[in-house]
């Protein structure tokens, strides 16, 4: 039993096709893994007018936790949209649970994260 609460607790990085986050989260949660893609407001000037985007935060990444043991590292790399594990020497890259959850924190959607690289009034 504690062996399923570790697995529990393992989170991993992985590395999705270009633009294809959204598609890699939709093909994975048919599968039952957990999967977190941290978005924010960006400011930017679109056809001539200021205005705020959605954008995901890690063009290209994409946090999974797997919990379902039927979900196994072969299937999840072989899912549409999904390029690869981030991974060191061969063993995947682990992220702590900690960090998903302050991500989640800051990135909640009723409080609006806004990045913006826009003069401001003054600005030379």
């Known amino acids: 039993m504690s062996k399923m609460k570790s697995a529990e607790e393992k ?6 096709k270009t633009r294809q986050e ?3 989260m939709e093909n994975l949660s048919r ?3 957990d999967c977190y893609c941290p978005e924010a407001f960006v400011e930017k000037i679109l056809r001539g007018k200021k205005s705020q985007v959605i954008e ?3 063009p290209g990444y994409l946090f999974v936790n797997f919990r379902n043991p039927a979900s196994s590292v072969h299937s999840i790399k072989n899912t549409r949209g999904v390029h690869s594990f981030v991974s060191f020497g061969g063993t995947p890259a ?4 900690t960090l998903i959850q ?5 990135t909640k959607t009723s409080e609006i ?10 600005d030379k």
């Open 11 to 16: 989170w991993f990085l992985l590395k999705t």
């Open 22 to 24: 959204k598609r890699a």
């Open 31 to 33: 599968q039952h893994v």
């Open 56 to 58: 995901v935060l890690f």
């Open 94 to 97: 682990q992220v702590t649970s």
């Open 102 to 106: 302050e991500l989640k924190e800051k």
């Open 113 to 122: 994260l806004l990045i913006s690289n826009l003069p401001k009034k003054g």
